[in-house]
């Protein structure tokens, strides 16, 4: 019996001598869940679409301009086999783009029924946003494109405003662009 009791105070202070050298669990860090969307510039402002809404970003591609047509479709271009009409986003909304030309990209809306090219000012890639600095009011926006908004982010200082390409999708002005 004395065997076992040794053998037991050895584990004992074993265990002990482990809990004493074991390093602390790392700190919890609270994750706070994000929102994402694709950043871009048009008119002086900053907007960011919902990643679902936009399919592809691309640097303007070579066009063939369209007779009939109002003043905003820039025209037709082939994108690996497809054709693409590409609008001139600025234009649409009765302003004119202000970055360059080289900075210009085209952000692709892709659904069921709808393949269309917008041109925008400057795209910013993918952008993040804490879910709780969203706010109701979209930022700075001029009122012409303020009925396709959702609301904005700030986000160290900068005011993001949700475009909801898909609400311009379902816009008949948008959706029939010949001249009438």
């Given at each position: 019996m ?21 390093r ?10 994000h929102?994402?969307g ?18 592809e ?24 086999g ?62 012409s ?7 904005s982010y700030?986000v ?10 898909a ?14």
């Amino acid at each position: 019996m004395a065997e076992s009791g040794a053998a037991f105070e050895a584990l004992t202070q074993l265990a002990e001598r482990s809990r004493a050298a074991a390093r602390g669990l790392p700190a919890q860090v609270d994750i706070r869940p994000h929102w994402s969307g694709i950043g871009f510039a048009l008119m002086g402002s900053y907007f960011v679409a919902p990643l679902g809404e936009v399919s592809e970003m691309l640097e303007v591609p070579a066009f063939t301009h369209l007779p009939g047509v109002q003043p905003w479709v820039q025209g037709v271009a082939n994108v690996r086999g497809r054709l693409l009409p590409i609008f001139d986003m600025a234009m649409f909304y009765g302003q004119r783009l202000t970055g360059t030309r080289k900075q210009r990209r085209v952000l692709i809306l892709e659904t069921e029924t709808l393949y269309t090219g917008l041109l925008v000012d400057q795209v910013f890639g993918m952008q993040h946003f804490p879910v709780d600095e969203y706010q109701e009011e979209a930022g700075p926006v001029e009122d012409s494109i303020r009925s396709y908004t959702a609301g904005s982010y700030q986000v160290d200082g900068q005011r993001w405003t949700v475009f909801r390409p898909a609400l311009l999708a379902e816009d008949p002005r948008f959706i029939n662009a010949a001249k009438t």
